[in-house]
């Protein structure tokens, strides 16, 4: 579901305080992620955004008449094309509003899908994703079809040609839902295969997870971007959300950044969110990033892991905890809470914005992905110089002494390394 048109768009966030229903708290929180979520859009451009009171709901405009029309004016003069409403907005609110406001609008769950949209990666996902985009817009259609029949009811007009549009705009989307709805079944099947072709990306794959804000986007960048850590390696196949990195020394790997967890994500967007997540399945390491100074932190890490253990990752992938924004913590409870991480190998205390203790992440990410290593003595006989230069070659040796059959190698490596030994013939 494309709405945005292609250029920059420019783009006002607004987040309703409703009296009465939200404690001012839960509407602050949700306009700082609303925001984040909308500046994650590609081709966008924040200008502005506000928090609105409102004392009682408007069935028409959602806003009550002032407010509609001072926002207009602000539109007007700042030359906004889309407003996003962090909010369920009714079909009528929303048309009444593009008319008054010539703008185009987002509501809550629109916004959420759009983010999904650019993000869905797997064929499943992106299946997933515009099936419930299908759905939402159905759901839309039906709410803008009581309506018209709600007012068209006094005068007995029955079948008019609205509603024969609507249905069949309705019939289309079902059909379009069931086709879709067999291709997943299809894909769903062989996800072994697709798992498989996944497998032959060349270096281990390291995938980010967290709730959105939390800093994922920000240690992605930082991670591919600074030489000081990495060097970055062209792979001209991979997702734009996925960057094949070299780590000081040579382990390289690829990370991916992907689709943040969303409070309160509405129940019709679950499995859409779900399948965007299909490529940590693949991952062999899990960066779980946190903002450790967020007062939710605790909550939002036992949702992540919950949708992690449900996905069926959290037994088979070794998982680091990042907790991420240090530099935003009082001294005490940094130090506490530095205290607390030292003394559990898989968690990392960092902070994106200014890069400290990034490299004691990447140390331990090396160690978490790097395969087991284990010593071995070996015995080479003279003909076999092909062998014993590959020993040489790729740093396993320890020690190395000769008798009169051949030279005796002390050797510590992994069981790719020995196979890989074993395959040569001199
Ligand atoms: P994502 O939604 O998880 O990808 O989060 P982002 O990387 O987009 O970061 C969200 C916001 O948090 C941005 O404004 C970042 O500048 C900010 N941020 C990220 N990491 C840190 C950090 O370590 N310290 C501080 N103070 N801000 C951070
Ligand atoms: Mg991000």
């Known amino acids: ?57 408007s069935p028409k405009e959602f806003f009550g008449s002032g407010k509609v029309n001072q926002l207009a004016k602000i539109f007007e003069l700042e030359k906004i094309d889309l407003v996003i409403i962090n909010n369920q907005i009714s079909p009528v609110q929303q048309r009444n509003l593009e008319t008054k406001w010539q703008v185009k609008i987002l509501d809550r769950t629109g916004l959420i ?43 007995g007009f029955v ?36 798992r498989a072709s996944r497998a032959k990306v060349p270096f281990p794959t390291v995938a980010l997870v967290g709730y959105t804000n939390a800093g994922k986007s920000s240690l992605f960048n930082l991670l591919t971007g600074a030489s000081e850590f990495s060097e970055d390696l062209l792979f001209a196949t991979l997702d734009p959300k996925m960057r094949a990195i070299n780590l000081k020394s040579k382990t390289k790997i690829i990370i991916s950044d992907t689709v943040g967890f969303i409070s309160n994500l509405p129940t019709e967007l679950i499995a859409a969110f779900r399948a965007t997540l299909e490529e940590v399945l693949a991952a062999d390491l899990i960066l779980h990033v946190r903002d450790i100074s967020h007062h939710n932190s605790e909550i939002h890490g036992l949702e992540v892991e919950k949708v992690l253990q449900d996905l069926g990752i959290s037994d088979e992938t070794p998982t680091l ?87 005796e190698f002390d050797v510590i490596w992994s069981a790719q390394q020995k196979a890989k030994y074993h395959s040569i013939t001199d």
């Open 1 to 57: 579901m494309k709405v945005l048109k292609k250029g920059n768009t420019s783009v006002w966030v607004l987040q309703p305080k409703i009296k009465n229903n939200k404690s001012d708290e839960t509407a602050e929180a949700s306009f700082v992620e609303a925001v984040a979520l909308s500046k994650a859009l590609p081709l966008i451009t924040v200008v502005g955004s506000m928090l609105v009171s409102i004392e009682t709901l």
């Open 113 to 155: 899908l759009e983010i999904f949209s650019d993000r869905a990666v797997t064929k499943e996902g992106v299946l997933q994703v515009e099936m419930a985009a299908l759905s939402y817009q159905r759901s839309r259609l039906v709410r803008a079809w009581t309506h018209l029949e709600r007012q068209r009811g006094g005068l």
């Open 159 to 194: 079948g008019g040609p609205g509603e024969t549009q609507i249905e069949a705009d309705k019939r289309a989307i079902d059909n379009q839902l069931v086709r879709l709805k067999r291709k997943l079944d299809k894909i769903k099947k062989t996800r072994d295969l697709h």
């Open 321 to 407: 905890e990042i907790w991420n924004k240090i530099d935003l913590l009082e001294p005490e409870m940094l130090e506490s809470l530095k205290n607390i991480s030292e003394r559990k190998a898989r968690v990392c205390c960092l902070s994106a914005l200014n890069g400290d203790g990034v490299s004691i992440l990447i140390e331990k990410i090396k160690s978490l992905i790097e395969p087991e290593k284990f010593p071995e003595t070996l015995l080479v006989p003279f003909e076999f110089g092909k062998k014993k230069a590959w020993l040489h070659e790729n740093g396993v040796v320890l020690n190395e002494v000769y008798n009169d059959v051949g030279y």
